[in-house]
């Protein structure tokens, strides 16, 4: 088949430029325009930092026999793998369970929870020492053995050139972790996500005074991978809520990590109209701020997040370190037990602006901004319960230990269209989310 090169990407005939600069632009250069099935469709020029250099196209080029559609997980897995680094699209039908049969198929032989909180209790083992050491038969090598099963079912690993999307109202997982690692231009659009929920979280006694109970599994997770579009998606907790985990040793149960982490060099992200509901850390851009982190990181993690709707979160929407990140038209809905929106982390070059926060009572303006590390943002024209609110002075007025520097050192230039932050919570509610891609 001939082939060509559009927006620096090699397509066939079946696709053409004409589709991709109308999918992209909206205007059919020289042509009649028609509407691009919204699986072949790709990311607009100028769409944020998804858009920069080549683009994002996903598998829009993908030919017949690498256009499938999966109603199983097994199905998707092998999707997935079929072709190499061949476009290609995945069209999702129904709700795909990757949760496996329960936690107890995962379980390693000897496996026992009672034993383990009998061993490890704070009272037995203190609280100076985490369980890293502990050898393959004792209870916590038995739970990292159980663990290694759950991980090996649940993940799956999307190769570059990929489209993933939803068809029909109920498309998407439950249970699913997309692993978009060391990578190059994949979509994921229009799907439901329920969180992953940990069968075997890790005890450890250092985490705090107090230990915390740590677990595995984002829904999705970014890691070296670049030019990602991830498009009016819904991430939930779904029938698993924080509030209906156990607590043991005094400590919640946690069983959820986050809903979408862009980490390890990851770079030239967008992800517009999504919703992130009820969960508790959310979006993680930079992971750490050790030296081989910093050194992997510096440069990238170049992410813009806008019109999406963050509701009923406690953190993290998102906590960035290093990465020039423009979150903008975004909606921010924060009710009882919220933590923080923007987490200032180390080196980070956050703009905010334009974005609107619907706060109940009881919440506090200045409690928008988190500083973790002495980095600067820019915040402007953001609205809080209707107010033009300066997020920067209403923080440091509110938290002086913490005072935050104005000033990101740099302005975004990738986007295509800003809308009056008054009117955002009205386009984001209405638009954002699943089943509403048009």
């Known amino acids: 088949m001939r082939t060509q090169i559009c927006h620096g990407r090699v397509i066939g005939t079946v696709l053409g430029c004409t589709a991709l600069v109308l999918a992209a632009t909206g205007t059919a250069a020289a042509h009649p325009a028609h509407r691009v099935a919204p699986e072949r469709q790709v990311l607009a020029a100028g769409d944020g930092w998804g858009s920069y250099s080549t683009g994002t196209t996903g598998g829009a080029a993908a030919d017949a026999a690498h256009v499938k559609t999966v109603t199983t997980w097994d199905g998707f897995k092998a999707a997935l793998a079929a072709g190499g680094d061949a476009p290609k699209i995945i069209k999702v039908r129904g709700t795909i369970d990757a949760d496996g049969p329960s936690c107890d198929s995962f379980a390693a032989d000897g496996w026992d929870f009672d034993s383990y909180l009998a061993t490890y209790a704070p009272e037995v083992w203190g609280r100076t020492s985490n369980l890293d050491a502990e050898p393959a038969d004792s209870p916590e090598g038995l739970r990292r053995a159980s663990a290694a099963r759950q991980d090996a079912y649940i993940k799956a690993f999307v190769p570059a050139n990929t489209t993933i999307i939803g068809v029909g109202p109920d498309a998407g997982f439950k249970g699913a972790s997309l692993q978009i690692k060391g990578v190059d231009n994949v979509i994921v659009r229009n799907l439901t996500f329920e969180s ?25 997770v970014l890691y070296g991978a670049t030019h990602v579009w991830m498009d009016h998606n819904t991430f939930t907790d779904g029938d698993h809520p924080d509030s209906t985990l156990p607590h043991y040793y005094g400590r919640i149960f946690e069983q959820h990590d986050g809903e979408l982490d862009i980490v390890k060099g990851s770079d030239h992200v967008t992800a517009s109209w999504n919703v992130f509901a009820d969960h508790d850390k959310t979006i993680l851009i930079g992971n750490s701020d050790s030296a081989s982190t910093a050194a992997v990181d510096r440069g990238h993690l170049k992410v813009t997040l806008h019109h999406n709707l963050f509701s009923n979160l406690v953190e993290r929407a998102p906590r960035v370190r290093f990465g020039q990140v423009d979150s903008y038209n975004n909606h921010f809905v924060a009710e009882e037990g919220f933590g923080y929106s923007y987490g200032i982390g180390l080196e980070s070059q956050l703009v905010a602006q334009h ?3 619907t706060l109940a009572d009881g919440v506090k303006a200045g409690s928008i901004l988190k500083k973790w590390s002495e980095s600067s943002l820019t915040a402007d024209d953001n609205w809080v319960n209707g107010v033009r609110t300066d997020l920067i002075a209403v923080h440091n007025a509110q938290i002086p230990a913490e005072t935050l520097t104005a000033g990101a050192g740099w302005t975004p230039v990738l986007r295509t269209h800003v809308d009056r932050p008054q009117a955002v919570p009205h386009l984001v509610d209405r638009g954002a989310g699943a089943g509403r891609l048009r």
């Open 196 to 220: 992953p929920l940990d069968c075997f979280p890790q005890w450890d006694p250092t985490d705090t005074a107090d230990g915390n109970w740590n677990s595995e599994y984002d829904s999705a």
């Open 355 to 357: 974005n609107a926060f």
